[in-house]
């Protein structure tokens, strides 16, 4: 469920999350974490040509055709970046048109919930009401969550520091390879001047504790 009077603004940035239901696994086997990703990328834009679920039914070369057809097509939403966690989500998001983000996250989590339920068998709601979000006010605030999503996997013990910039279900890879299938970086690495530099912003940040003070306004009890 992602309903709501959306508050947000066209060409404003936004940090939106939310987990499942008591906490529960919203993502269990890589098959989950690659069905959200798709679902990401294929919702962004504003008029899909059908369903994902009709998309699925398609043959290989309409597939082929409608996939195409995204990259030229506007978007709701820009993806600055994003992590899956096993039971959790967080995307930085810039709006582009009304209602962006909240047509965005509706399509993602009705979707996503979608093929959860079937794929392991089960009837419900998967995520924990309404997302929530906060503005990003600022650009030191921007540069600070980014670093805060791609550091959730470390955060939460989930991975070693030297896995960071592997973890497949993070924009942190695309970031750094400049390999960008779904999210746009641009609106964070040109404060940096190249990608390198910020990689060490991310993977050298000994001070956490600041960061969670910049931004612990825009979090929620996760763990």
């Known amino acids: 469920m992602s309903s709501r009077i959306s508050p947000f603004v066209n060409e404003g940035f936004y940090h939106t999350f939310n987990r499942g239901v008591a906490k529960q696994p919203t993502f ?8 959200a990703l798709f679902t990401m990328r294929y919702y962004q834009t504003i008029k899909p ?7 699925k039914s398609l043959s290989k070369s309409d597939q082929n055709r409608i996939l195409s057809s995204l990259v030229l097509q506007p978007k709701l939403v820009d993806i600055v970046a994003y ?3 096993p039971n959790h989500w967080h995307f930085l998001l810039r709006q582009n048109v009304n209602n962006g983000i909240t047509i ?3 399509r993602f989590t009705n979707s ?3 093929y959860y339920n079937t794929r392991h068998n089960r009837v419900g709601h998967l995520f924990q009401g309404v997302f929530k979000s906060v503005e990003i006010e600022s650009e030191e605030q921007l540069l600070h969550v980014s670093r805060y999503i791609h550091l959730n996997p ?4 989930l991975i070693y520091k030297s896995h960071l910039i592997t973890y497949p279900w993070s924009s942190f890879p695309e970031f750094i390879s400049g390999n960008s299938a779904i999210t746009n970086p641009d609106y964070v690495l040109h404060r940096f001047g190249d990608k390198f530099n910020y990689e060490n912003f991310v993977l050298n940040h000994s001070d956490y504790a600041r960061e969670l003070e910049l931004i612990k306004h825009a979090t929620i009890d996760l763990e």
Do not use: E, G, H, N
């Not at 470390?154 to 013990?157: D, I, Q």
């Open 104 to 106: 965005f996250l509706s």
């Open 28 to 35: 269990i086997i890589d098959s989950d974490y690659r069905q």
């Open 112 to 114: 996503y919930t979608r």
């Open 154 to 157: 470390l955060v939460s013990s």
């Open 83 to 85: 992590v899956l966690m």
């Open 49 to 55: 040509a059908v369903k994902l679920s009709r998309y």
